[in-house]
């Protein structure tokens, strides 16, 4: 059974720190480009930062550059996002996503439930 459970969320101050993961399990995430997304309520959901199936460079929406780091392990299957110097406008459900070109121009693509990230005082 394919999973992606994201943990980490919750409520943090202006400023503050917070480590998401991303636990994926039922499929080898290493062949799957991995991301993250965001939803704000009312808002259409956002990428946020990815890293290719690769050990390639990561990419950063620019809302978040200098801010929040992306990393995996392949060989433990899991991906993090480490979320420095956090705003009341990075409050969202925060969502890890796999993605890989299955051929023929079809995607694969993996979804987990979210995790919710308030920043509030």
């Known amino acids: 059974q394919v999973q992606l459970v994201e943990s980490g969320g919750g409520l943090v101050q202006p400023g503050g720190s917070l480590r998401l993961s991303c636990a994926a399990s039922g499929f080898t995430a290493s062949s799957y480009a991995m991301k993250w997304y965001r939803q704000a309520p009312g808002k259409q959901r956002e990428l946020v930062a990815d890293?290719?199936?690769?050990?390639?460079?990561?990419n950063y929406a620019d809302f978040v550059k200098g801010r929040f780091t992306i990393s995996r392990d392949n060989a433990k299957n899991m991906m993090w996002l480490q979320m420095n110097s956090l705003k009341p406008e990075d409050t969202a459900v925060y969502f890890c996503n796999a993605k890989r070109y299955a051929g023929g121009g079809r995607w694969t693509d993996y979804w987990g439930l979210g995790t919710q990230v308030t920043v509030s005082s």
């Open positions: 890293m290719a199936s690769a050990a390639g460079s990561p």
